[in-house]
Every structure is written in structure tokens, then in C-alpha cells.
């Protein structure tokens, strides 16, 4: 069965450092979504990408946040200039068209020292 | 407004029992829900979901049960298994021809005992 693949499983870097989250998609689907949830907190909505360009952000997804689809399987977030409260689970998802069930990958753990 | 489910209660049961979780939504106009659950360590999995149209859906194992005159939606499961211990999770999503974003509850922890 296809599913959402993540890397790192788990990043561990320094206040102030740029780090990039990657996730493979599934292949037909054409709707992509970075979510986060912090320890013991909501997953919540970041951003949703179609098209090559962003669909929807929320308030969360500011400057120093981005996304990318660099080539025809990889969606990339990037956070740049790091903070401690960006420590969390960030889940890439994907979907196919309408409203479709959207699966998610098992996430990557960053963690700002 | 206040956000989905808040709280993170926690539901212990007896391998063969039947679970009720039950979650809290917000908007009034959100047309559609989803259940998810999520295991230690993993992404959320879709379970079910239902629109607004209608009041219960059955799948395997799983019912669920959208109350819209006190925005309540509940996930029943039937003879929970310990494979089912997970915290689990509803979304709501605001009416259609718009933004798909959901608002995502806290969860409730579902503990089976064998």
C-alpha cells in the first residue's frame, strides 16, 4: 500500500539554524500539507500546497517558514533561523482531489536546543 | 472560539468491550468530520468520517454519531481490541467551496486491558 514518507525521523538542531523536513508524497496525489503538534498538544494546520504554490497558511506558517516542491516527488518545509518553541512533530499529508481522506506520514521529530 | 475537545481525558476498557469517544467541535457551520487515531510515535490514521447531512455512519467496527444541535460528535467502537489503544482524535472542517483546513482536538487516550 503507498504511503507518506518522512526524514528525517528525527532532527536535533541549534536555536538560530535553518533545517529542512522532507516527504515523499504519494505518487498520484496532487494536494500536499505540513502540519505540527507540539508534546501533548493539537496537531495543527501549517500550510496546503497544489499546484506548485501555496493553497492556505495559517497564522503559524510566517516568513520563517517556506515550502517547496523541488521536483516531482519531494515536498520540503524549511525553517529558517530556528526557535526553541518550534521543537515538534511536524506530519507531512497528502491527498488526491476533493474532499478525499488525506494521509498522513509517521512525521519528524525536531528538537531546538 | 474555543478549539476542539481540549481536553485529553482518557478511556481505560476491557478487551471485548464497546468504546464510546466522544469529542466537542466548535463551528456550528462545519460540514465535515473526520476521526483519526494516533499511535505513540506515528502520523494520525484516518478512521471515518461523516458530513454534516448526516447523523451516523457505520464502518468496520467503528460508528459515528454527529450531534449538530449540540455540536457533538462521538466514535463508537465495538469489541476493542488492544491493537486499538491509541489516542484518538476528531477534525472538523469548515463548510464546503472554501478553505479545507481542519481544526484538530486534543484526543482522548483509549487504554485496552486484555
Known amino acids: 500500500e503507498p504511503e507518506v514518507t518522512q526524514t528525517p525521523s528525527h532532527q536535533v538542531t541549534q536555536m538560530g539554524q535553518e533545517v529542512i523536513l522532507r516527504c515523499v508524497p504519494i505518487?498520484?496525489?496532487?494536494?500536499f500539507y505540513w502540519y505540527r503538534q507540539i508534546l501533548g498538544q493539537k496537531v495543527e494546520f501549517l500550510v496546503s500546497f497544489y499546484n506548485n504554490e501555496i493553497s492556505e497558511k495559517s497564522e503559524i506558517f510566517d516568513d520563517q517558514f517556506s515550502v517547496e516542491r523541488p521536483d516531482g516527488s519531494n515536498f520540503t518545509l524549511k525553517i529558517r533561523s530556528t526557535k526553541l518553541e518550534d521543537s515538534a512533530m511536524y506530519f507531512c499529508a497528502s491527498k488526491t482531489s476533493g474532499r478525499s481522506e488525506q494521509y498522513f506520514g509517521p512525521g519528524t521529530r525536531l528538537t531546538v536546543t | 472560539g474555543e478549539s476542539v475537545g481540549l481536553h485529553l481525558p482518557t478511556l481505560s476498557v476491557q478487551e471485548g468491550d464497546n468504546s464510546i469517544i466522544n469529542c466537542a467541535y466548535s463551528?456550528?457551520?462545519?460540514?465535515?468530520f473526520i476521526w483519526y487515531k494516533q499511535e505513540s510515535g506515528k502520523g494520525p490514521q484516518f478512521i471515518i468520517d461523516i458530513r454534516s447531512n448526516m447523523d451516523k455512519r457505520q464502518g468496520q467496527r467503528v460508528t459515528v454519531l454527529l450531534n449538530k444541535t449540540v455540536k457533538h460528535l462521538s466514535l463508537q467502537i465495538a469489541a476493542t481490541q488492544p491493537g486499538d489503544s491509541a489516542v484518538y482524535f476528531c477534525a472538523e472542517f469548515p463548510p464546503g467551496g472554501g478553505s479545507y483546513i481542519p481544526t484538530f482536538g486534543r484526543g482522548t487516550s483509549l487504554i485496552v486491558h486484555p
Open positions: 505518487s498520484n496525489h496532487l494536494y
Open positions: 463551528n456550528s457551520a462545519s460540514d465535515y
